[in-house]
């Protein structure tokens, strides 16, 4: 049975275009701005206010077009299975992809690398003050697991496959921008989001839907952030052994 798109699906999948343009834009930028840093800076004192604001303002848009411009077969909203339990799958489906991920990076021994590049983008995106830091995990945890499913993986990828009868284009075309809008991290973390495109497209076509993509999301954005500090000790103890590796050497 063929899905019927709202009246206005193409003035949604445009303003998804749009965004993405914007974040590819603000990823390279901020990729060139890291390289150019000598030591690691802190983000402004009301970076989580503004990550927060941007949040409120996406899900504001999408309430509005909700019915007219998108609803939830259209973004692959699916009910086959009870939502909680989809989520829970997409949550257990996260400790697969840690796993998976950590033998495909030590396989090509990089996983060091890729480690210490994660903790400088923490570090980089944290900010110091108490109120900020908890309007940013209020921002990244809670609120971009679900606008960011729906904006590139319900819009970009479903919606859009449906909007041009092409289901490969779209999947190509929502892997560029999941890519892009993360490479400021450094190209070694293409490695990572490639392979969390394909977990998270999956869950999508699949019957958990997208309510299992945001529950594999959410892990994704807490994950890092639950152990900030185990990386920051970590961190530290490998540069401290890099050192006197180096000091030895000499």
Same mark, same amino acid.
């Given at each position: 049975?063929?899905? *019927? #798109? ?89 400790? /697969? ?40 995990? /209020?921002? =990244?945890?809670?609120? $971009? ?9 319900? =819009? ?12 490969? #284009?779209? /999947?190509?075309?929502?892997?560029? =921008?999941?890519?892009? $809008? ?28 997208? =309510? ?9 954005? /807490? ?9 920051? $000790? $970590? ?5 401290? *052994? ?9």
């Amino acid at each position: 049975m063929k899905t *019927e #798109l709202p009246p206005l699906s193409n003035c949604v999948i445009f303003f998804v275009f749009f965004l993405s343009i914007v974040y590819l834009y603000n990823s390279i930028y901020q990729g060139k701005l890291i390289k150019k840093q000598q030591k690691v800076e802190r983000p402004k004192s009301s970076f989580g206010f503004l990550i927060l604001w941007n949040q409120i303002l996406l899900i504001s848009f999408f309430c509005i077009t909700y019915i007219v411009g998108w609803d939830a077969p259209s973004v692959g909203l699916k009910f086959k299975i009870f939502p909680i339990l989809s989520l829970i799958i997409g949550l257990g489906c996260y400790c /697969i992809f840690v796993s998976f991920l950590s033998k495909i990076l030590n396989l090509f021994r990089v996983s060091q690398i890729v480690e210490n590049d994660a903790y400088l983008v923490s570090v980089r995106l944290m900010p110091r003050q108490k109120l900020q830091k908890i309007l940013f995990m /209020i921002a =990244v945890c809670i609120l $971009n697991p679900i606008t960011e499913e729906l904006i590139f993986r319900g =819009v970009l990828v479903h919606q859009l496959s449906l909007y041009t009868n092409n289901y490969y #284009l779209a /999947i190509l075309l929502g892997l560029f =921008v999941s890519v892009g $809008n993360h490479i400021y991290q450094g190209r070694l973390h293409i490695i990572t989001h490639l392979i969390f495109y394909i977990f998270t497209v999956t869950l999508l076509y699949s019957d958990v839907g997208l =309510v299992g993509s945001i529950g594999f999301h959410l892990a994704g954005d /807490i994950y890092p952030f639950m152990w900030l500090k185990y990386q920051v $000790n $970590n961190y530290k103890k490998r540069r401290r *052994e890099e050192r006197r590796a180096k000091y030895v050497s000499n």
